[in-house]
Nanobody, 124 residues
Framework: QVQLGESGGGLVQAGDSLRLSCSAS????????MGWFRQVPGKEREFVAA??????STYYADSVKGRFSISRDNSMVYLLMNSLKPADTAVYYC???????????????????WGQGTQVTVSS
């Protein structure tokens, strides 16, 4: 089993930067990749970014491409968010994929473990 915990959320102004962190613990050897999703009340959770632990390949939603950057350092995964917009306001969730899990990195059902979420609020 893998446990994930996010930190780094908060209240910022439009144009500011923020870095989210996700710590993975437990059987981290079973992790194939990790991602970030976000959700606002009344809407479905949407993909933000992901990284393959095997290849280091990264994936981004079109809405954050060029502004957000995902990286990994051992069992930590980071999401650096630049040029934040009010539309980026959401609860951000860290997620992990088990080895040999099918599906692409963009799909919520491709992930096996989830953190509790951290709130990011961007004021205009």
């Amino acid at each position: 089993q893998v446990q994930l915990g996010e930190s780094g959320g908060g209240l910022v102004q439009a144009g500011d930067s923020l870095r989210l962190s996700c710590s993975a613990s437990g059987r981290t050897s079973s992790i194939n990749g990790m991602g970030w999703f976000r959700q606002v009340p009344g809407k479905e959770r949407e993909f933000v970014a992901a990284i393959s632990w095997r290849t280091g390949s990264t994936y981004y939603a079109d809405s954050v491409k060029g502004r957000f950057s995902i990286s990994r350092d051992n069992s930590m995964v980071y999401l650096l968010m630049n040029s934040l917009k009010p539309a980026d306001t959401a609860v951000y969730y860290c997620s992990g994929r088990r080895l040999f899990t099918g599906g692409d990195y963009f799909t919520e059902s491709s992930y096996n473990w989830w953190g509790q979420g951290t709130q990011v609020t961007v004021s205009s």
